[in-house]
């Protein structure tokens, strides 16, 4: 799994050719890898993730769990993140009452700019 920003890019511009981090992953013997597409916010790559490997199975297909896990980080509220991250649950105390319960259903990654830079490469 590459979080890194922009891990999955294709690095050289010559059309004949795909050599990239996850290319070179797969070479060294990696059966398939997770990368970003493009930047994303560190944040949600860790909550991403996280939830990844919180929810895995060897019986899971990557790219089929990937894919479930993006459809819970589009759904999940900033109140189930607290309850699921210690550090979201402080930052809910901080906000005052009248704002509370907004911010506690807002889905800060809904966005497909958030959960769609990951894809899984296979050779």
């Known amino acids: 799994m590459l979080s890194a920003c922009e891990g999955g890019v294709i690095g050289d511009p010559t059309p004949d050719e795909a050599i990239g981090l996850p290319a070179a992953l797969m ?10 597409s493009w930047a994303v916010d560190d944040l ?11 929810t895995w199975s060897p ?10 896990v993006q459809h819970w980080l589009r759904q999940v509220t900033n109140d189930e993140l607290a309850d ?16 509370r319960r907004l911010w506690n259903t807002r889905r800060p990654y809904r966005s497909a700019v958030h959960w769609a830079a990951f894809g899984y490469h296979v050779a």
């Open 44 to 54: 949600m790559a860790t909550t991403l993730f996280s939830r990844f490997w919180a």
């Open 27 to 36: 070479a060294a013997g990696a059966n398939g890898v997770i990368a970003a």
């Open 59 to 68: 019986s899971d297909h990557p790219a089929q769990h990937l894919g479930r």
């Open 84 to 99: 699921e991250f210690r550090a979201h649950r402080n930052r809910r105390r901080s906000i005052p009452a009248s704002a």
